[in-house]
């Protein structure tokens, strides 16, 4: 209980210092992660000196992340009705594409870097090349999530390159996507606005069942569980492969990670209340404050379990590729997107600049910036593309394969993959420019 009430009071500290604090306002940092670095440094402060940190403060803080990381994807789809594959591709198939677009590519860049420059002469693994598009496309929670798997495979620092990618990314994404915004006012390309009126509050939830019978927050998380015990009987069955299968799709099959089968579980849960929930009891607000809970003290417990001492080793090659993620997202957007976009082209691609190399909120909140009043599609087309774009790059199943790819194949076949892919996307887009 003492490290839960430590790790809460990081998380309100950084919520204090969001509030208070205007360098970090203009930064737009989330306070989880703000309270995750505030506990970093408290920590390795306080055993650089001769204060000795009892490890019951901190005691369960580096399973928390591959633990919580099951909750926030189980939850991904459930309370909301699943839309038809169909009219989800007509609403964002061009976002759809360059989204793919830019998410390939960072696993492309990410293996050139490391197979052409970083491993011949600093002699880094080829797993490395995960460390940029792991931290950038699937943001903190899925790099702390992935912890379990870089242990598997023999690379459990991997994780904290990871963790500080992912720190990286976010905050270049406010500073270039910031600065290219101003650009595209003085270029007349978007019209100017002015700051943002705060949100009056609203409702997040709805009581959907009888306070005699259960609590509705407990009937809510009852269906998370269920999807990650479906998740668990998932990761069982390709256990179950493994051991079948020849040469070193076994080992691929057993270095899987758990989280993308539980969003598979909380969909399998949403297909059944489709069907047979006349009563609608899952409620989607309830479901995002319980995705909400889990991220942010996931965040504020990977970033302050980072091992400075390990990333301060490798700091060079880190900094090389995030620097190398950061100039792939400018060139797509400064060169791909107009020719990828009939209408709106810089406030689609903004948002996907903010969402690749941070999260989700970070696009949405570099589009606000420029289409506050929604006046474009580039909002709705957005928030349609991640039905599709999330299962895939986001920390799903791509991200879950192409881990141990890198280290059970190697750099190159994964290039070759991603690479594939981009033209494959390439090629779509392509084909929608012709029919217009």
Same mark, same amino acid.
């Not at 803080?61 to 992340?65: D, G, H, K, T, Y």
């Given at each position: 209980m003492l490290s839960f009430g430590v790790l809460s009071g990081l998380l309100l500290a950084g919520v204090l210092l969001r509030r208070r604090v205007r360098w970090i306002q203009r930064l737009f940092l =989330?306070?989880?992660v703000v309270g995750g670095l505030l506990g970093l440094g408290l920590l390795q402060g306080l055993e650089s000196s001769s204060f000795e940190v009892s490890d019951e403060w901190t005691a369960g803080?580096?399973?928390? =992340?591959g633990l919580l990381i099951n909750v926030v994807f189980a939850a991904l789809f459930l309370g909301e009705r699943l839309p038809g594959v169909g009219a989800v591709w007509r609403s964002c198939s061009r976002q759809l594409a360059y989204g793919q677009l830019v998410a390939w590519g960072q696993y492309a860049v990410g293996c050139l870097v490391v197979l052409l420059l970083l491993g011949p002469w600093l002699g880094l693994p080829d797993l490395f090349a995960g460390?940029?598009? $792991?931290?950038?496309?699937? +943001?903190?929670g899925t790099a702390g999530g992935m912890a379990p798997v870089f242990e598997s495979l023999g690379f459990p620092e991997i994780k904290d390159f990871a963790l500080a990618a992912a720190t990286g990314g976010i905050v270049g994404a406010i500073v270039m996507g910031m600065a290219?915004?101003?650009w595209a006012v003085r270029r007349g390309i978007v019209k100017a606005h002015g700051p943002m009126e705060l949100a009056e509050r609203k409702q997040v939830g709805t009581v959907t069942v009888s306070g005699d019978i259960v609590g509705t927050l407990s009937l809510q998380l009852a269906?998370?569980?269920? @999807?990650?015990? /479906?998740?668990? $009987?998932?990761? #069982? $069955?390709?256990?179950? @492969?493994?051991?079948?299968? =020849?040469?070193?799709?076994?080992?691929?099959?057993?270095?899987?990670p758990l989280f993308p089968l539980c969003m /598979?579980?909380? $969909?399998?849960? #949403?297909?059944?209340?489709d069907h047979f929930d006349r009563s609608r009891l899952v409620c989607r607000g309830l479901m995002q #404050?319980? #995705?909400?809970?889990a991220l942010d003290f996931l965040v504020v417990a990977a970033i302050a379990t980072i091992r400075l001492d390990v990333v301060a080793e490798g700091w060079v090659p880190l900094l090389i590729l995030v620097a190398m993620g950061m100039g792939w997202n400018f060139f797509c957007l400064r060169v791909v997107a107009p020719w990828a976009f009939k209408d709106a082209w810089f406030e689609r691609a903004i948002a996907e600049l903010g969402q690749s190399m941070g999260v989700t909120a970070t696009g949405l909140l570099l589009l606000r910036t420029v289409d506050p009043d929604c006046e474009t599609e580039a909002a709705s087309a957005f928030a349609a593309k991640q039905l599709l774009h999330e299962p895939i790059m986001g920390g799903g199943l791509w991200t879950g394969l192409a881990? =141990? /790819?890198?280290?059970?194949?190697? +750099?190159?076949p994964v290039l070759g993959i991603a690479l594939l892919m981009m033209l494959i996307w390439v090629l779509a887009l392509r084909g929608m420019r012709r029919k217009g």
């Open positions: =989330p306070a989880s803080w580096s399973a928390l =992340p460390v940029m598009p $792991v931290g950038f496309e699937g +943001g903190h290219l915004v101003n269906f998370v569980g269920v @999807a990650v015990f /479906l998740g668990w $009987v998932f990761k #069982q $069955v390709l256990l179950g @492969a493994a051991v079948e299968l =020849p040469g070193r799709w076994g080992e691929l099959m057993g270095s899987f /598979l579980g909380g $969909v399998c849960v #949403q297909l059944f209340c #404050q319980l #995705q909400n809970v881990i =141990p /790819l890198l280290v059970l194949w190697g +750099g190159w």
